[in-house]
């Protein structure tokens, strides 16, 4: 086996757990599961059958990732943030054919306590602020925060907060890395900085 598991975990048969990943106490992966390398699972998390998780994610203690979310390469789940995946659920009615796709992009930040409404895109590099409760789409590199969510502000793929407008046009770089932000029109993109 190459990851680890801690003995209190669960891990049923058929759950792919790729290279170097950590499974720790009283984890729960369900036999559909499919979860990259370098990838953390804190205690108490719970992953779903129908759950596609990237390389290099880190899952903090007490989340449930359930059916119909997929997490790309990188991304990070603070500690008690929740996802759902039924929009109306109701205990005497049964939903289970009407699970709504959330995904979360490439290096996106959900801070701790957040709650993500299903049927959701969140952005790459976006950072969802502590006990946010997102309902719609957030874009790339968005800085949100509230109840419900709003946008306050842009942030870097290092995770530092970008002197830029929240629209119009402007430009800012990351002074950790050089990669230059370009804002037009409500919409920012990188230009990573030559190595």
């Not at 048969?13 to 992966?29: E, L, N, P, T, Y």
Request: glycine share 14%.
């Amino acid at each position: 086996m190459s990851y680890y598991v801690h003995p209190s975990a669960i891990v049923d048969d058929g759950a792919q757990i790729g290279d170097g990943s950590r499974v720790w106490h009283f984890v729960h992966v369900c036999g559909g599961a499919r979860i990259g390398a370098g990838v953390s699972l804190g205690q108490n998390v719970f992953v779903g059958n129908k759950v596609v998780i990237g390389d290099h994610c880190k899952i903090q203690n007490n989340v449930s990732v359930y059916d119909n979310v997929t997490l790309e390469d990188g991304v990070f789940c603070g500690p008690s943030m929740v996802f759902t995946n039924v929009y109306n659920p109701r205990g005497l009615i049964e939903r289970k054919d009407q699970y709504r796709d959330t995904r979360v992009r490439r290096g996106a930040t959900l801070g701790a306590n957040c709650t993500i409404v299903c049927g959701v895109t969140i952005g790459a590099f976006a950072f969802v602020g502590a006990g946010a409760v997102i309902n719609k789409d957030v874009p790339d590199f968005a800085l949100v925060a509230g109840v419900p969510a709003r946008q306050i502000g842009w942030m870097s793929a290092f995770g530092e907060r970008l002197d830029l407008p929240l629209d119009g046009h402007g430009e800012a770089t990351c002074p950790h890395t050089g990669d230059v932000y370009t804002l037009s029109d409500g919409t920012l993109s990188r230009k990573e900085a030559q190595s």
